[in-house]
T-cell receptor, first 115, second 114 residues
Framework: GAVVSQHPSWVICKSGTSVKIECRSLDFQATTMFWYRQFPKQSLMLMATSNEGSKATYEQGVEKDKFLINHASLTLSTLTVTSAHPEDSSFYIC???????????FGPGTRLTVL | QKEVEQDPGPLSVPEGAIVSLNCTYSNSAFQYFMWYRQYSRKGPELLMYTYSSGNKEDGRFTAQVDKSSKYISLFIRDSQPSDSATYLCAMSNPGGTSYGKLTFGQGTILTVHP
């Protein structure tokens, strides 16, 4: 149980385009989803916290107009990287929690490469 | 000073060895403690979840929490090459505005060689 999927697993795009990444909880309803960014050989950096039906809460230093998060249902959250640039190239990982616990279950990650 | 400190290693051990991974933390409000394993280019996988001081065992893995010393450990017995991965400690404060957020250590890269 507690499986989280992400799509796509790998995306390459041209500079200036927008990319959407989906995060789904497959066998449970996720009250909260989190979006992280990870650089090579570094730990996870929390970007934002997303609750179903409400606006995401962004961490300090994360541009909310750059990284648009939508959490339209209890099983789906999306991260859209708008007008992507090479410095946005990174590994993006989502996670989801089951209601009432702090345990986060992570998706497999999406590798974004911006040319 | 970071809230959570974890020796990044890398740590290299022979197959069958006992591995000890550790994290220290400074925030006494942390109540939940987790260990995640992350293989290269994959998302973290939850290994152990503990609340309060004490030990928790699951197969070859034992998690220890010492809240008085603000120190947590993960022991891996009879280590296998398949245990080669990055191990991340994480902890959370269930109260206030931080509810649900995890604070991660830097991760320790472990290699178990045959």
């Amino acid at each position: 149980g507690a499986v989280v999927s992400q799509h796509p697993s790998w995306v390459i795009c041209k500079s200036g385009t927008s990319v959407k990444i989906e995060c789904r909880s497959l066998d449970f309803q996720a009250t909260t989803m989190f979006w992280y960014r990870q650089f090579p050989k570094q730990s996870l950096m929390l970007m934002a916290t997303s609750n179903e039906g409400s606006k995401a809460t962004y961490e300090q230093g994360v541009e909310k107009d750059k990284f648009l998060i939508n959490h339209a249902s209890l099983t789906l959250s999306t991260l859209t990287v708008t007008s992507a640039h090479p410095e946005d190239s990174s590994f993006y990982i989502c996670s989801a929690t089951v209601g009432g616990t702090d345990t986060q279950y992570f998706g497999p990650g999406t590798r974004l490469t911006v040319l | 000073q970071k809230e959570v400190e974890q020796d990044p290693g890398p740590l290299s051990v022979p197959e069958g060895a006992i591995v000890s991974l550790n994290c220290t933390y400074s925030n006494s409000a942390f109540q939940y403690f987790m260990w995640y394993r992350q293989y290269s280019r994959k998302g973290p996988e939850l290994l152990m979840y503990t609340y309060s001081s004490g030990n928790k065992e699951d197969g070859r893995f034992t998690a220890q929490v010492d809240k008085s010393s603000k120190y947590i450990s993960l022991f891996i017995r009879d280590s296998q090459p398949s245990d080669s991965a990055t191990y991340l400690c994480a902890m959370s404060n269930p109260g206030g505005t931080s509810y649900g957020k995890l604070t991660f250590g830097q991760g320790t890269i472990l290699t178990v060689h045959p």
